[in-house]
């Protein structure tokens, strides 16, 4: 079953540059072995309101390497439990970037797009044009187009369902 | 043109053994390592997948390593079904609380092999690169579909050639050198990339050494740090791993790097290196943060808490004392470690300069027991992370050094040049 990809509209979320993994989800709460619990405590050391105030398409912005340090896929994952949609940074390190996909959260890459978006505006962001809209202005921001890999994976519904799709019937 | 060790080790194990750098290709896996993870989320996610078998029992390795022995009664429920899992499955690797740490039990047991493809459930899976292998961190998802298909997709990263020449100072260790490496670089200064290391200094360097440099190039952003083989590595496998086959892989002398970056340490002398909060690439001389006060010292990790780690720091704090308040936290990297450290009188020496040895784990680098912070407090680590909450209390706060220097930083109870006491 591929999934549509509609463009998803809501609040931006705007952090700064080297967002590691642990201002994501601490070390600490790793052991939890419910998502939904462990979620709660997400961006809790950079955000502490972040988890009583995120809304359901609420959109995550970011500068440069958005996600480096543990290859902890919790981070995504917490990201996704919160209701986010998808993340838009300047740049994504590398595990983190994997893991988004692999999970379904679709993550873009706009240059500047941490300076050019405010805390707390709507946007609209568009995966498959690799688009972020801003509601106010209505300044469009172009981003790079998603390699075709991430884009498949995405239309799946991550890793998982790629897998039963294609492996799993061999 | 010709190819990068990272290229050369990937190509060897693609279908139609090609592998330039952009390319995505398809690469069977020699060994994977999964820890932790493998109870709290990998076995949810081959549940998903309606996973039976996996692809080959003899070449998977499960380790309790993180919070062993359990800290709590959610790390025991991982660690028990870690250990049904290994039952069930048939894995002939598996180290339980009582082994150590990951990155260090692999190699000690021989498990890891020049030229191979290894992936762990954990970052600092850059460590094998000291071995000559390609290997890198992936997470539950893709270390899933290994342990069920024994193949992964990569990206081949471009390579930055790093050379490094000259003799190390007394005092100074390559933790120094690979601190002064990745703030040069910054947190993603390496990111996707290969930093392959090469020059006099690596070539003479002891394993345990090389090994804390891979370990540390993933702060950088890089996917993996190959070394060639030197003369340490071949009798580290002539010794540990006697009945392995294998070959060294070089580089082409013509093959491209994206960068290179050239380090003489001869002419332009490395010093101790310490990384302020909070991030490991804040690297400073030791003479810009010398003074500031400690809590806690820690030596240990997949990073420094090997041998020749604890021998370094028992030379420095032999017949003295730790300064009174200042807590010295020493957690060998394996029971192996633990035991020679035994033998030759270091752990003698730490207890009686006023320090605490724990048994092996990763337990403190990661915040999760034998070593957490309060609230405000400074600590000294020999570890790779000094992220904001790393160790505990998000208001700690962690300076990144050598053993040299959190050893000597612990007997004046301020961050100190090990190179004055």
Redesign the interface.
Known sequence: MTKELKPVTGRAWVFGNDVDTDQIIQGQYLTLLDYAEMAKHTFEIPRPVFTSKVKKNDIVIAGRNFGGGSSREEAPKVILQSGIRCVVAESFARIFYRNGFNVGLPLLIIPNVAKLVSDGETVTVDICEGTLSVRSSGDVLHGKSLPTRMLNLLKEGGAVAWYKQSVGKH | MGYTLAEKLLASHTNDGKATAGD?VEANVDLLMVH??LG??ILG?LE???FQKVWDPERIVVVNDH?APA??I??A??HRRNRNFVKDQGITHFCDVDCGISHHVLPEKGLIVPGEIVIG???HSTTYGAFNAFST??????S??IL??GSC?FRVPESIKIEVTGEFQDMVMSKDLILKIISDLG??GA??QSMEFHGDTIDTMKVGERMTICNMSVEA?A?CSPMTVNGHVNKWMETLAPSKKWKPTLPDNDAEYIDSRTYDIKNEPLGPMVAIPD?PTNGKAVREVSGVPIDQAFIGSCTNGRIGDLEIAAKILKGKKIREGVRLIVTPASKHTWMMALERGLLKIFMDAGGIVTNSTCGAC???HLGVLGAGEVCISSTN?N????M?H?NSRIYLASPATVAASALKGAITDPRSV
């Open positions: 995505i932790e993870v709290s989320r996610v998903e997948m309606e919070w800290s709590d959610n790390s429920e991982i459930s954990d970052s961190g992936l997470a539950a998802t893709d899933a579909l069920a298909t997709w947190p993603d990111n996707y952003g996917k991030n990661v915040g999760g992370r992220f904001k909450g790393r505990g998000q």
